[in-house]
């Protein structure tokens, strides 16, 4: 029983496109997280949303746009994807509290040709 | 600014100790976790600090010195299956927002 899950696992695709990506938790949390981590491996927030809600929104190009239609699923449009979209892609949620711990999800590996 | 440094890369012996530093400069600090990921796969929580002091979980310990902006990840018993990297982030601001460091690719020999 997958916690956070997403799909696709694995998307190639040309520039130019638009695809986008799904995710999904069961884990009865209220805050989801979209992050991006380069070829350098660094693991950047991008957006999070919190009972559907947007509440954080870094500087990313406005090709990227998330959706949350409940706080179970968040997923992620991208719009006419460039090289430099090139990524792995992480979804994450927390619970409430104090420590709030993110759980990541398997992360869906975009290659933009 | 925000700014987390760990080593990029160090080697340990299995069997044996290593300790993994990190530190940082963030606008705001509510806590620090230690994430650990294996190549191909999602990060996983190994350890928070919020106060200073050592937290212990089993053959991981991790500690905060908050005025010091410093923090070490320290694994015992080194395994094979510890080879992986380990990624320190800091809650800074508000909703719960991780700033990661570019992560310590360990690797571990017989």
């Known amino acids: 029983d997958t916690a956070v899950s997403q799909t696709p696992k694995y998307l190639v695709t040309q520039m130019g496109n638009d695809k986008s990506i799904k995710c999904e938790q069961n884990l009865g949390h209220d805050t989801m997280y979209w992050y991006k981590q380069d070829s350098k491996k660094f693991l950047k927030i991008m957006f999070s949303y919190n009972n559907k809600e947007l509440i954080i929104n870094e500087t990313v190009p406005n090709r990227f746009s998330p959706k949350s239609p409940d706080k179970a699923h968040l997923n992620l449009h991208i719009n006419s994807l460039e090289l430099g979209d090139s990524a792995v892609y992480f979804c994450?949620?927390?619970?409430?509290?104090?420590?709030?711990?993110?759980?990541f999800g398997p992360g869906t590996r975009l290659l933009v040709l | 600014g925000q700014n987390i440094d760990q080593p990029t890369e160090m080697t340990a012996t299995e069997g044996a100790i290593v300790q993994i530093n990190c530190t940082y400069q963030t606008s705001g600090f509510n806590g620090l976790f230690w994430y650990q990921q294996h190549a191909g796969e999602a990060p996983t929580f190994l350890s928070y600090?919020?106060?200073?002091g050592l937290e212990e979980k089993g053959r991981f310990s991790s500690f905060l010195s908050r005025s010091k902006g410093y923090s070490y990840l320290l694994l015992k018993e080194l395994q094979m299956k510890d080879s992986a990297s380990y990624l320190c982030a800091v809650r800074a601001g508000g909703y719960n927002k991780l700033i990661f460091g570019a992560g310590t690719r360990l690797a571990v020999h017989p």
């Open positions: 600090n919020v106060l200073d």
């Open positions: 994450a949620s927390s619970a409430g509290g104090q420590q709030e711990t993110q759980y």
